[in-house]
């Protein structure tokens, strides 16, 4: 392969008072996601001179999009806007339930209507990043690169053939490539006909009933919110939901969509798909346990059993840059790898939370230590995330299982309450109708839990906070910062709350798991009302 080299010469960004003579830049950043766009950015704000390579392969089935990774194009965006879309349906229940009156059609949901303004948006999105990048004086260099060596990269330009590279390196190197959703070659069919979250989103005809692949949050957002826009969805499950979440919240989360509607198949896999005459699809299962096999037909079928880093076609060998077994890499404190100038942020650090401000704040510090003589590392620990199903579940800190295994459980007290919330009480929200007469009732129960796990042997110091319930996102964002600076639960008793809100229920948490008393509150939503 004949390559041109740019090495020691003058790049094309503008700016930079770093300049190394001996390379291209002072930083490359491959990857053009949260982490990447957040390093690349602030490195340059420095003065740093700064290249960015961001290309985004395709899909298995075929779809692609612009700058800005995952979160932005196929992840937490969309997904949001879909989980919105959701929440109005239910929202227009309620108005009825309330006063208002609609008139002929009744409300139904267009598929169009909610994949538009969805495309529109992240292509909105997709411009403001490559103008922020220009802004920057970073160079975006929309194409694939590869290691030569441990300083340098290549990459094939626009336009160019086959044999005309070009190489250029740089002083520092940040890989921020994220990953990419998992499709099982060993399942026949799921490769021809299956989608991921990275094609949902934007699909050009309605899903239709749905079979969601996996028990990872990916996979309950999205049954979520087709559940809630009237799909049919069964979710196959091989063992639990949530893996590393709270147990309790976990299955309070399963057991709330349940109510809503959405199918659980636990301990059953697909096997095999395939498509019928109809252009329908057959998916063949296997319970896990007894072997037994049973076959379904669905419109769509949707893996979300997790996520491979995309570092595959980096040549990280021409580097000498190691990964563990998992693809991903091992750093020190400071996001560096094995090679020393070379450093990773995102999802493709081993044991760290696989969340976009956290890949945001990584890129963000690294370019500070690195250009601007800043000595403040990530922190870890104490990092909030939501998952944004039909009821939400927003968490920081320790769950219940993590605290006693890590702290012995005669040292941990659980605070709970569970509740419904004052608005949905008020409307009497029904179950899905084929849950409709279960346990001999139609409105759905209490969909709300607040619980504060506590370390007993520094004075009920809170380690562990849970939300299910509506909004969990915006109350638990505010909470995060309570412990982060040390909140115990005599803080939280102080605390006024405000009323009638869900949130307040943090105010009174007075029953504690151990003393088997019961935890359901029945009254003015998460608060008292006399």
């Known amino acids: 392969m004949a390559t041109v080299s740019l090495r020691g010469t003058e790049p094309r960004s503008n700016g930079g008072s770093h300049a190394n003579p001996n390379y291209t830049y002072d930083l490359i950043v491959i990857g053009g996601g949260s982490g990447g766009l957040a390093a690349a950015k602030e490195a340059a704000k420095h003065g740093a001179k700064v290249a960015l390579f961001d290309y985004v392969k395709p899909s298995t089935q075929g779809s692609k999009w612009g700058l800005g990774g995952t979160c932005v194009n196929v992840g937490c965006v969309p997904k949001k806007i879909c989980h919105y879309s959701g929440l109005l349906g239910h929202a227009i229940k309620d108005a009825q339930a309330l006063g208002w009156t609609f008139g002929d059609p009744k409300p139904a949901h267009d598929w169009e209507g909610l994949s538009s303004p969805v495309r529109d948006h992240r292509g909105m999105l997709n411009f403001l990043y490559r103008r922020g990048l220009q802004s920057a004086h970073v160079e975006y260099i929309n194409a694939l690169t590869a290691f030569t060596g441990p300083h340098s ?237 039909p009821t939400e579940y927003g968490c920081c800190g320790l769950s219940e299982e993590d605290a006693v295994d890590r702290y012995g459980e005669a040292n941990v007290e659980v605070f709970l309450s569970e509740f419904m919330t004052l608005e949905f009480a008020a409307t009497h929200r029904q179950r899905a109708p084929k849950r409709m007469g279960e346990d001999g009732m139609n409105e759905l129960q209490p969909m709300c839990l607040a619980k504060l796990v506590c370390l007993k042997q520094e004075d009920n110091k809170v380690v562990g906070f849970h939300f299910v319930g509506p909004n969990a996102g915006e109350i638990t964002q505010g909470f995060h910062l309570a412990m982060k600076l040390g909140a115990k639960k005599a803080d939280f008793d102080d605390m006024i709350g405000i009323h009638p809100t869900d949130a307040e229920a943090f105010a009174s948490l007075h029953t504690t798991k151990a003393s088997g008393e019961s935890w359901l509150n029945v009254g003015c939503g998460g608060g008292k009302c006399g």
Do not use: W
């Open 153 to 389: 990269v290549t990459y094939l330009p626009k336009g160019k053939e086959e044999g005309e590279e070009v190489e250029v390196s740089a002083a520092h190197i940040v890989i921020a490539v994220g990953g990419r959703p998992v499709v099982p070659r060993e399942v026949p069919g799921a490769v021809e006909y299956a989608v991921t979250s990275d094609d949902l989103f934007t699909l050009k005809t309605p899903p239709g009933k749905t079979l969601c692949v996996g028990g990872s949050y990916i996979a309950l957002e999205c049954a979520g919110f087709l559940t809630e826009l009237g799909n049919e969805v069964h979710v196959a499950v091989r063992s639990i939901l949530l893996r590393g979440f709270d147990r309790q919240c976990a299955e309070k989360i399963g057991a709330v969509m349940q109510e809503f509607g959405t199918e659980f198949l636990y301990q059953t896999m697909p096997t095999h798909i395939a498509k019928t005459e109809d252009g329908r699809l057959k998916v063949s299962f296997r319970h896990t346990g007894t072997q037994a096999e049973h076959s379904d037909i669905y419109d769509t079928v949707v893996y979300a059993i997790g996520r491979n880093p995309d570092t595959a076609g980096l040549n990280l060998k021409a580097a000498g840059v190691a990964l563990n077994g998992g693809g991903k890499f091992v750093t020190d404190k400071e996001e560096r790898t094995n090679v020393p100038h070379i450093y990773a942020v995102g999802d493709v650090l081993e044991g760290k939370p696989e969340l976009t401000p956290v890949a945001i704040r990584t890129g963000e510090l690294l370019a500070r230590r690195l250009f601007a003589g800043s000595k403040k590392l990530m922190d870890y620990d104490l990092v909030p995330t939501t998952v944004f199903t």
